[in-house]
């Protein structure tokens, strides 16, 4: 038998506290599961600084792409189960496919890096171009399980991730509006946070789904399971991914991260505490074997040392970061934008680096996209439901409640600051009352406000 | 209004997978919640390495003590709501506790570290010291929130963990065979993990929960609801918290460290690799600040750097556990133990280092101890039953499941060595063929065996 | 002390799957549990014919009852902990108001017959005149209870249900858009059926919830918890509370009650099978005590003594609902009203009277009312979102979610016959094929739609 | 394709609450639930009185027996997976099998009528010999479905419910210690009674059972599943199935059936109130049609009847079980025992008939028996442990906490009587004081107790 048909003896099963067990049937998936690359995502926590809001929220990538994997196989149990093709391009369920899909699900994330959002953002790296890499690169231990599958398939499983790949069901399956990746990180960043507004009905939803010739429609008697993954969606964005004190310690990091970085370019950091695992990203020389050693791990490794920091800003942000003190924020829109340049003026004024202490923040998602547009960044197809005449309908013209959140950007900006500009440390005369007091006068009902005279 | 008695304008809450809500009313909670020492429990995993074996269970040693801050605080209530003091001495409870109490569950295990077993093997550490020791210093921030309340109240809150505050029913509360600290553990646990074992009815438990002179009983109603607890705990023990897996991953993490120590104390570490952090614990000079400092990810840093050390013990070893490679292991009994040197020989000729590469590890755990000896080591009331007439009646008298694993200790002993003695990397023909023979015919039924000739 | 404020030496608990435990600290409460009247409400089902689709919901209304209770009390305990009034006409919570509310509650539905809708409908009674019949007529238990409180709280309790009750905060705790007794029959409904979608967050809800001048307000802060219970809400009236098959039993019920009504009229029943508990109503002279015989049990046996009556529609439609034999429906609109006729004709022409076996049904629910109109039939007054400063925003404005389903009634109308019209019992050649066939040709994608030549 | 083989266009699904969704793949299945007499399941309480007691606990046979299939049916999908035969005879899973074993699943309990137990002890019925009658007599629509799969399926499907069947893996599915059964019903009582006793891990279990020669054997590695199991299922008989209120209300019932019994033999019942469909029973001579005629709700209309008869004892127990008010209970040993005459004249000398209104219960479970018996009423097979080497152990020897509650019985005897003789109802003086103080002399921690002089 070859490697790619390789079954376990015996189903083999991991305990996930969301999809109770995953099941591993092939060889090949244990194996991947077994590489270094992918035993790294355990040391990379799921959602970042969220922790520090939701305090449960700890698990990392690892549990996650596992629970990928587990609804990408349900799918193709259920597709087999009732839409097993029976003539080429008759547009049913090819289960030769299979293992290309779940291992586009597995590995779907394998390029992230500590705090994600940040890191790229400091030191403009891509993860889903290293997640590219660690599949076709000859180095690592993943591209070294696919290859054993046949040469091409490191390509094939990347061109699935990439959406390049020909059959638009695998494609669809993995990355879609309503994908296996995005039904598994609702459900369990909302089993972790503890909050109930990412959960929805699974099964109900995978029971919906039907492969047709153009992806996976949903059948129209699904809607409103449908309907309640999108708004789900939507809920969580608003109330945990969106969460003002998560964005704020990245606000922190970010200041964190960027100082350190400025110290090292200009040379005068402290010798004693040389953050060795940075060194290759400071100097924009970095292989994919430096990017594989960092993890969350190594970042507060670095800011523990930085805490005593001869840099006092470097230092402060160390000890705002690991002893959680987060700033303030407001929200404000184009008109009291205009305001911001006289608050940081106030902050200056009481002491503060206006640089390193303040910051915008813009945190928008499109909850539902009825509008499909090759030209986009990331276009992804809408929703199509099923009616039982096979003719098809795209979601928002089946959901008033849909359609009421469909193509609209959904977030807001805010301002950040420290909060002891509002409420300061010492509750008796402090030297810049003058100063608090008209910074106070600009917030109202938790906004940025032009006062009345 | 005093410190002790300041209430938040409106209660605070903290969502929280477990409970839901944890439910803050006191300024004093809240300030000991955002001290330093703290929000360093959120870097130190609960369960160490357990979640290399269920993944789900990542979570930390900082919603664990909120949690047992919240099961504490609900005792309280449900006390004060049923069975409050009349006059002193009526053995009924009496709500100016509360605050001792509170405390005293929220920071019961604020003097841990990261995978604080194996540490206090290698180093000769004690949590249970430095917890006092955070509590009673004055360098700290708990002792300063704690001072702020009444001088000798972090004193207090220290002897209610030490055990020796006069008041029996804080004391309990805390720690005893069924106390706020296991509550929240089993249900947080088995919650993470994803295993079902963990599960009682814990509000059915304290609502059995009766204050008397000598401390907490148990309505006798409740008696099912207390059973179930104890065959909870028992069986987290033997499938989870003693999972062989696990224990292997804290093996290999032993001798690494071990292996580290040796190394720097012969002087001979690779220079750019040295274990700023860790150096005070290799020299047994370390200071509070330089335990608090320690975490998992300090850990997980050098490991990352000593992956690719000089000295090849030290970094296949850190290979292994970053990567999770376990060893494998096998049950042993006081008779198969004298077939040990043999194996261990075996694995030397195989080329493997018998030191660093083979381990013992026993288990064992008292599910329930029903007979109170203050001359033991750690000395726990029994769990005591309410008759309506207040007469009482110990657990196990009535319980003939609880009695079936009373005071007997339950776990294993097992012997770990390299799984390439058993399943060759190579499938093929192997130099050390015979060696595995020998060694397999040993092992049956995944225990040490005397080979029938 | 009164007996009125007496309280059980300890709080009383009933089991309860959906809040855990129900919580009795008032013996007032516990009395009235203990009536005739309310423990009849085990013997009504909360969801009547829902049960014939979703087999779980065979829950009744007496554990609703109970539940509405407790979300009252929870309201109740919230608001005295963190909003007690501190002087008259402050707008904040006066404990002394708990026990009208939670009588209210716990008997709002005492009421209701079997089958209300249909009961309703075929004998012209109306369950909230009766409710307050049993709280106020001297002959009952519930009323000899409240009396005993004092002489005028039956009314008391009364006017709450009605609406007329002088605090608003009480009033609308029980019957508002968000009230005790929809957020525990969402739940509730939801844990029976089985679906997910009836599921909100029922804590961050309450919690979110502030008594002030007018009424009950709902914190900012909580708005998506508000939009998920709307979203929660109208989501389980389109997949549960209006499913085609439960409508369709309760269309055979109407018909099946009718028939028997116009036989007694007509005076040519079966001696056998005679209704003594109906007769009442059937001579529109029923007592209250006749009111209060009737349960979902008496209909059932009427029933099976009627699958064997002379009548050949009252026997066949007894079949029916007993065996669970639905009609099958599709839905129409304005224009395709018109095709009806002809439909029932050939219904006709097929062998059945299309009388008895044909209906219309609307099922229609306005999700969420944003435009409080005291002439409607039932006013309820908007959902009030308070900012930080105080001031007000009605929830569709600040919610596109509920904005998109406000003011809009929601809903179908659906046509009901016979399924063998379309799919003949016989497979083989039918003497009705031709008529079969025509009726085919007006039913596409399950809705009355006019043929295309 | 033959009936047996037909295999639905797509797999219907039943939403459940306890397995989310029931899949029906074949026709077979889905017409047997479509038949008059599994219909009528949904009539039939499954846990009879113990609703009074746990309300939530309304549900019916319905949704247990469906359960049952399910179960059955995901222990068919993980043999044919994991274990399936490749030769006759070699003690694997012969998947040919299913549809018998799926039968016997959904069907085994179709004979039981309204509150079996106690109509079994008054009527001398006996529910699995009707079980098998509905099965085999052709005059029912289920023996029709099940002929038409083959003549001699219907005594097929009737011997895995008599444990006659041939193939000992297809009985043990169904009956045995750890059957589909017992899975089903103990997840399913505690689901809707709120209790948390009843939880197992089900897809842990599920996951240990191998199919072997002699039956269904459990993987050593899901012990603690299978103790759990145990443990579970004891816990339930103690808290819930033998609830002290519940067969107080079974008593009642009891007595009431009896009284009505004896009031027909003697030909003096109230005219008005003839119940109909209990003559056949009470003159011995019932037929299958008579039997399937039955149910909750109709011994519901006769008792409402019956609460205004003329014979007070009839009434007055019709008002007791309707209106809930239970007698009182104490356990009792063999000692106390010869206290219950004395107790009686009690009671008669406070003015109640001691027939009616006492009673003696035993309730006695085997939790777990290790020595089958092939002698005993209802011998079934010890539950074996499988090792990686194929041998087995019995589950007792491996558990020290199954071992503890094997071979004894478990339960009590207790003696019922009027609450009135403990809490007199009127609070003042009372005729029978005496009486009432001499009688609670015997009665101490709720056991019938021998006074000390």
């Known amino acids: 038998m070859s490697y ?34 992918f035993q790294r995502l355990r040391r990379i926590k799921q959602l970042g600084t969220t922790s520090f809001t939701f305090h449960g929220a ?22 087999q189960r009732n839409y097993p093709t029976k003539a080429a391009g008759d547009g049913l369920w090819d289960d030769s496919e299979r293992l290309v899909a779940l291992c586009a699900a597995l590995l779907h994330d394998i390029g992230h890096g500590p705090y994600s959002h940040t890191f790229e953002h ?48 695998v494609v669809q399956m993995i990355s879609s509006q309503l994908d296996a990746d995005r039904m598994d990180y609702l459900l369990r960043d909302a089993y972790y946070t503890g909050v109930k ?64 970085k400025e110290i090292y370019e200009a040379g005068n950091g402290d010798e004693d505490f040389v953050p060795t695992l940075l060194i290759p990203f400071f100097e924009h020389r970095f292989s994919l074997e430096d990017y594989l050693n960092l993890d969350d791990g190594v970042f507060g490794t670095y800011f523990i040392n930085w805490r005593t920091a001869n840099d006092q800003i ?19 829109d184009s008109e009291t934008a205009t305001l911001i340049p006289h608050l940081r003026a106030l902050i200056s004024d009481a002491g503060y680096d206006s640089h390193a202490y303040t910051a915008i923040n813009n945190s928008y998602d499109l909850p539902y996209d009825d509008a499909y547009d090759p030209k986009m960044k990331k276009p992804l197809t809408q929703i199509e439901l099923m009616r039982s005449d096979g003719s098809l309908v795209e979601l928002s013209q089946e959901s008033a409640i849909v359609n009421a959140i469909s193509g609209k950007l959904s977030g807001d900006q805010r301002f950040f600051f420290p909060k002891e500009m509002l409420i300061p440390e010492d509750g008796g005369i402090n030297l810049f009352q003058d100063i608090f007091n008209d910074f106070g006068r600009y917030i109202h009902n938790n906004q940025l406000t032009i006062p009345k005279e």
């Open 197 to 260: 507004y990412g959960t929805f009905d699974l099964q109900r939803v995978l029971r919906s789904m039907k492969p047709y010739q153009d992806g996976i429609a949903f059948d129209i008697s699904g809607k409103h399971a449908v309907e309640d993954f999108i708004v789900s969606r939507f809920q969580m964005y608003q109330q945990v991914y969106f969460h003002p004190v998560s964005r704020s310690m990245e606000v922190i990091l970010d200041h964190l991260l960027q100082r350190a």
């Open 122 to 169: 400091i030191f403009q790296t891509n993860h889903e171009a290293i997640t590219v890499e660690i599949l076709t690169s000859e180095e690592t231990e993943v591209n070294r399980v696919l290859r054993s599958v046949s040469p091409e398939f490191p390509e094939k499983v990347a061109s699935v991730i990439q959406k390049t790949y020909a059959n638009k069901q």
């Open 4 to 37: 790619a048909n390789e079954r376990l003896p015996r189903e083999k099963v991991f305990r996930d506290p969301v999809h109770n067990y995953i099941y591993v049937e092939n060889q090949v998936i244990l194996d991947l599961i077994n590489t270094r690359e």
């Open 58 to 79: 700890e698990h990392t990538r690892f549990g996650h792409s596992l629970g990928v994997y587990e609804v990408a196989r349900e799918i193709c149990d259920h597709f």
């Open 314 to 332: 470097l230092a402060d942000l160390s000890h705002r970061f690991l002893d959680r003190k987060p700033l303030k924020s407001v929200e404000f």
